[in-house]
């Protein structure tokens, strides 16, 4: 059984930065694309991004283009989202996912709180 444990939330100020983490373990990491969503309060969960199995190719969704990216360490098995010019618009609860394709994620952490503030 695939875990993966989110951390690195926490409350920032707007124009901020942060860096989720998420490690996994019971599984191949480096067979797994591994991508995040979001969920804010009263709206429906919606992808972040997300990375091959190598980390040479990345996907972001628009509204975060040009300030977060997403990298992995496959050797520790883990995956990183760097956030940076942080909006208040941003602040939701940040899931990892890992999954074989793109096309749907078989295994979800349990999320991490991130808050923007003004």
């Known amino acids: 059984q695939v875990q993966l444990v989110e951390s690195g939330g926490g409350l920032v100020q707007a124009g901020g930065s942060l860096r989720l983490s998420c490690a996994t373990s019971?599984?191949?990491?480096?067979?797994?694309?591994m991508a995040w969503f979001r969920q804010a309060p009263g709206k429906e969960r919606e992808f972040v991004a997300s990375?091959?199995?190598?980390?040479?190719?990345?996907y972001y969704a628009n509204s975060v283009k040009g300030r977060f990216t997403l990298s992995r360490d496959n050797a520790k098995n883990t995956v990183y989202l760097q956030m940076n010019s942080l909006k208040l618009e941003d602040t939701a609860v940040y899931y990892c996912?890992?999954?074989?394709?793109?096309?749907?994620?078989?295994?979800w952490g349990q999320g991490t709180q991130v808050t923007v503030s003004s």
């Open positions: 019971g599984g191949t990491f480096s067979s797994y694309v």
């Open positions: 990375i091959s199995w190598s980390g040479t190719m990345t």
């Open positions: 996912a890992a999954g074989t394709s793109y096309i749907g994620y078989d295994y």
